[in-house]
């Protein structure tokens, strides 16, 4: 058991305060959708690219999908800096 570095009071109830994060799932999560968000993100742009103006999702649509695919690439790399950043400071 580790003891917090600030003074708190005892609680009566079973949960805790403040909730903790797993941090080992959210690295595994981080380390498993970072690369397959950036591969979908360059294969919706090159989908995009390749698109003529008649096909079935236009090209719109599909810039759209690489763009949310690139802030969910973007997301995931920041929870994983995040993670790594706290697995120092506390494990």
Do not use: N
């Amino acid at each position: 058991m580790r003891y917090a570095t600030t003074p708190r009071r005892w609680r009566s109830g079973t949960e805790p305060r403040f909730a903790r994060s797993d941090l080992k799932l959210r690295f595994l999560l981080s380390v498993v959708f970072t690369p397959l968000f950036a591969l979908a993100t360059a294969a919706f742009a090159v989908f995009a690219a390749l698109a003529g103006p008649t096909s079935a999702p236009s090209r719109s649509t599909l810039i759209g999908f690489a763009v949310v695919c690139f802030a969910l690439t973007l997301f995931a790399v920041v929870d994983l800096y995040v993670v790594i950043r706290r697995r120092r400071v506390e494990l």
